[in-house]
């Protein structure tokens, strides 16, 4: 049987200056694995290799049996892989409705002439995809906010829009690049009771970057450890928190708060 | 359901009381007012056509131009009888084909559209693989070369000489006919799923491919839809003014355009028109300080470039000062409209 | 076609294209710091051309003091554009940006058309750059050899400015990164004002030389060539300077030869110069000495 989901030896250099230097991983479907390392360590690279925003320099992407290597970003996502944003991306002119409907778009299946005719196929379609949407943000807690530019929300409902879009793209993997950056501790416990609902009931598997530890530890299942582009360790939290590179790598270049 | 049947019965009524204006003025109005209204309808067509790519993706594209010539070449070659034909080529003979072909009016000006609009599915490889600055230069480049083209290829265009006596077909109601089909097709694409996936890719086209959305397909689309409507436009055009030539098309044409988007409000509809009209008719007012002023006693020579230099302050004091234009991102609805009546102003 | 020919065609093409290379600069300088092609850095070409000739004939100035006065004039002008029509926008989306360039540039165009006068202008020549001489058989121009020789010159000076001095540097960190040179406490608009003098001065310098070379001066003189330089600029990879100036010679170079080897394409002419763009846009984006641009996430 092929594998679920699988990253071999992935290198990503910029210019003369090697940003991950053979990255492998493998996940289990419903699992929840974990990223961390300090900072510059190479892990937003990681993700924006295996979505496509920059092709690796070698190493390869399988997903369900099929290569991923180098296919362009959006094609990806409809492939069921779908990701956040370490510094928020949202439409920040659009309200938040809409920032959630843009992900529909992809599966549509009226046409275009379909959709200028007003006919009624475009018409049904459009009614659902803006229910399914206020789903989302019911599920995220963003319903009341809906008719709001995504630009003028607080910052930790800007990182749970972020979540709600990436998820009504309906994936199957979920990478989420710092969810907790920026929210207080109340906020943070809340997201990883959602992180772990929203697994369960979407039966995602997710794969996250935090620098948060408590955060992280109280989490994941397993952890993969960068530093300077390197693995440096992996194993489940209380093997992760013991282990003495780790810990030197995190004292020798501190990390931000 | 029934708040979307009385907007469309408001909208027809609207439409309906646009027409009985026109009627008005083609019965009563002088020359110059008839002349203005068709200009401002060209000009909304085309501002409504070129806030699409330019305002709803965020793309600066500064070649409509050459999609505007591409209109009203074509559209022209089709009206022109075979006898106007050889009058016009007298340096080097039409090339056979279009030497013979003869349409309706109609059909040259949907010909005219679909021409620009296969004309920008060609260039739409080399310039949608840019952005940015790179989009406007090479579009502007592309504005230049079909000028040159149209100077060069003397057995197509009749070259610099370009055609004369077309015949007058374009009124009011072609003119107005055309903006408002315009308005509404571009209105139910902006506000379509399609629409959305647009402006997604203008807010940030990363997050918009990380959402499954592919930008070439969309701004393609708004490009050939964009592209459609000028060449349409430049078919109205041709025959309004019924002398058309390469010096005609320049890139200030395109600086007009941008600055009825800039001045409207980048990303409306509702600001390009609204501009457009502003141009329309505020572009022929300050003709006057261009013409010579004669007071009786004295007579004071007009200022060729007055008017250039009165927009380049307009547009820049707009984009440094008030960048939103005067709709900002917003569209007219009539649900804001009767907020506004039922709250008197503050 | 005979040797000689094709020598003398050699000839006027290098001494196009650093005519060329040397406007090239001043766009390349711009973008590599501020990321704006600067639409009015063309129309600094007729600034220049203008302020030459009103100093010879309204202030009866001879050619050496009127011209380098012209350049720093037209070093002003560019400072004063930067100051009017893009630092307000410092913080604004790009489109607001290169709309405003667009503006400006219109602005420059027809402000002199109306000051002055859409009449062409005939540019004082002095003889010393008239003069024919006969250099291996071939009737050349001496102008035709001073313009190579002190684009290069001016090269040199820029470069030693930039990698040599303090000012430099500081150009170079800003051209990096814009934002962290800010926060080291660089002033960054002074910078940027240095980067406008500079680049502005050397389209003077090729202004003047332009006017020399086709001595009609008009307010729309600097477009064509504005918009030349500003494709050897990408042609050479934008931000590049030693790149613009390779790319001024080349497509100089390219423009000549094409219509010399094929005589028939002589009114395709300036629509050589947009396809050798989309050329490079297609294929190499980053032009010939240019590094990849990437999108941070
Ligand atoms: N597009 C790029 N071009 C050049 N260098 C890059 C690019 N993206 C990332 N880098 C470099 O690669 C290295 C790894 O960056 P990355 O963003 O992956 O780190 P990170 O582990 O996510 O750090 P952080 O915790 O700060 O988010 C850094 O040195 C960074 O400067
Ligand atoms: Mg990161």
Redesign the pocket.
């Known amino acids: 049987m092929s594998s679920f989901f699988k990253l071999d030896n992935l290198v990503?250099q910029?210019?003369g200056?090697t940003?991950?230097n053979g990255f492998s991983l493998e996940l289990r479907p419903g699992e929840l694995v974990g990223l961390i390392?300090?900072?510059?360590?190479?892990?937003?690279?990681?993700f924006?290799m295996i979505t496509g925003v920059?092709p690796p320099t070698s190493g390869t992407i399988h997903w369900l049996g099929q290569d991923l290597t180098g296919m362009p970003l959006h094609r990806i996502t409809a492939r069921g892989i779908a990701r956040t944003f370490?510094n928020i991306r949202l439409f920040t002119d659009m309200s938040v409705l809409e920032n959630v409907m843009v992900s529909f778009h992809q599966k549509i299946r009226a046409g275009f002439w379909s959709a200028m005719l007003g006919l009624p196929a475009y018409v049904r379609e459009d009614q659902r995809i803006h229910r399914e949407a206020m789903d989302y943000l019911q599920e995220l807690g963003l319903a009341h906010v809906a008719e709001e530019k995504a630009g003028s929300l607080p910052y930790g409902r800007q990182r749970r829009l972020e979540i709600a879009r990436a998820l009504a793209t309906q994936p199957k993997v979920l990478l989420l690049?710092?969810p907790a950056a920026g929210m207080n501790p109340q906020e943070t416990m809340e997201l990883a009771n959602l992180v772990r609902e929203l697994r369960d009931r979407h039966e995602l598997t997710i794969f996250l970057?935090e620098?948060d530890m408590k955060f992280v530890m109280g989490l994941v299942e397993r952890i993969k450890v960068?530093d300077y582009?390197t693995t440096i360790a992996e194993g489940t939290p209380a093997e992760i928190q013991g282990n003495p590179e780790v810990i030197k790598a995190y004292l020798g270049a501190p990390k931000?708060a | 359901m029934a708040k979307s049947q009385r907007h469309l019965l408001l909208n027809l009524a609207g439409i309906l009381l646009v027409f009985l204006v026109l009627l008005l003025f083609e019965r009563h109005g002088s020359l110059y007012q008839v002349r203005i209204l068709n200009n401002m309808a060209i000009f909304i067509t085309l501002a409504v056509s070129y806030n699409l790519v330019n305002g709803i993706c965020g793309l600066l594209h500064l070649g409509p131009n050459a999609f505007i010539t591409i209109g009203a070449y074509t559209s022209a070659l089709l009206t022109m009888t075979a006898n106007e034909k050889m009058m016009n080529f007298i340096i080097e003979p039409l090339i056979w084909p279009l030497s013979v072909v003869h349409a309706p009016f109609v059909l040259s000006l949907l010909a005219g559209g679909l021409l620009a609009s296969l004309f920008a599915f060609l260039i739409s490889f080399p310039v949608l693989r840019v952005r940015g600055d790179y989009l406007a230069i090479v579009t502007l480049g592309f504005g230049e070369v079909v000028r040159v083209l149209c100077n060069a290829f003397q057995s197509v265009t009749n070259g610099p000489l370009g055609l004369k006596g077309l015949s007058p077909y374009t009124n009011l109601w072609w003119t107005w006919g055309v903006a408002i089909f315009t308005i509404a097709v571009t209105t139910k694409l902006v506000n379509s799923s399609y629409g959305r996936a647009m402006k997604a890719i203008r807010e940030d086209e990363t997050a918009a491919r990380a959402m499954g959305i592919d930008p070439f397909k969309h701004l393609l689309l708004a490009f050939l839809v964009s592209a459609f409507f000028s060449g349409v436009a430049g078919g109205l055009l041709a025959h309004l003014i019924t002398t058309i030539s390469p010096t005609l098309f320049t890139f200030f044409f395109t600086f007009n355009l941008l600055i009825i988007i800039v001045v409207g409000g980048l990303g409306s509809t509702t600001g390009a028109v609204l501009g457009a009209a502003l141009f329309a008719w505020g572009g022929e007012a300050l003709r006057v300080v261009e013409s010579p002023i004669d007071l009786g006693f004295l007579r004071i020579p007009g200022i060729p470039g007055m008017r250039m230099v009165i927009f380049s302050i307009i547009l820049m004091g707009v984009i440094i000062f008030a960048r939103r234009g005067m709709m900002g991102r917003s569209e007219f609805s009539w649900d804001a409209l009767w907020a506004r009546l039922h709250r008197p102003a503050r | 076609m005979t040797a000689t020919i094709l020598l003398q065609q050699l000839i006027n093409g290098i001494s196009l294209g650093s005519l060329y290379g040397l406007v090239a600069i001043g766009y390349t300088m711009v973008y590599g710091i501020l990321r704006l092609i600067n639409f009015a850095h063309g129309d600094l070409l007729m600034v220049a051309s203008y302020a030459a000739i009103y100093g010879v004939a309204l202030f009866s100035l001879p050619w050496f003091v009127s011209f380098p006065l012209a350049i720093a004039f037209t070093g002003c002008m560019g400072i004063v554009l930067d100051r009017g029509a893009y630092k307000p926008l410092r913080d604004a989306p790009r489109i607001s940006l290169l709309i405003s360039a667009i503006g400006a540039s219109f602005l420059l165009e027809n402000m002199a058309l109306v000051v002055i006068g859409g009449i062409p202008k005939g540019f004082p020549r002095p003889a010393m750059f008239a003069k024919v001489i006969d250099v291996l058989g071939l009737r050349i121009q001496v102008l035709t050899i001073y313009i190579p020789i002190l684009t290069l010159i001016f090269l040199a000076g820029l470069l030693y400015i930039i990698y040599r001095t303090r000012v430099g540097k500081a150009m170079r960190a800003a051209s990096v990164d814009f934002e962290t040179t800010r926060l080291m406490g660089i002033n960054v608009d002074r910078i940027i004002a240095i980067t406008f003098l500079i680049g502005s001065s050397l389209a003077a310098a090729g202004g003047i030389m332009w006017a020399l070379k086709y001595p009609q001066v008009n307010p729309f003189m600097g477009v064509i060539p504005g918009l030349k330089a500003f494709i050897a600029a990408v042609l050479g990879g934008i931000g590049n300077i030693v790149g613009a100036v390779i790319g001024g010679f080349l497509l100089g170079l390219g423009e000549i030869m094409i219509v010399a080897l094929i005589p028939e394409l002589s009114q395709y002419r300036d629509a050589f110069s947009f396809v050798i763009l989309i050329l490079v846009l297609l294929f190499r984006p980053t032009g010939i000495m240019g590094e990849p641009i990437?999108?941070?996430?």
């Open positions: 990503m910029f210019g200056l940003a991950v390392g300090p900072n510059g360590a190479g892990k937003t690279t990681v924006n920059y370490q690049d710092e970057i620098h960068l582009g931000h | 990437t999108d941070k996430t």
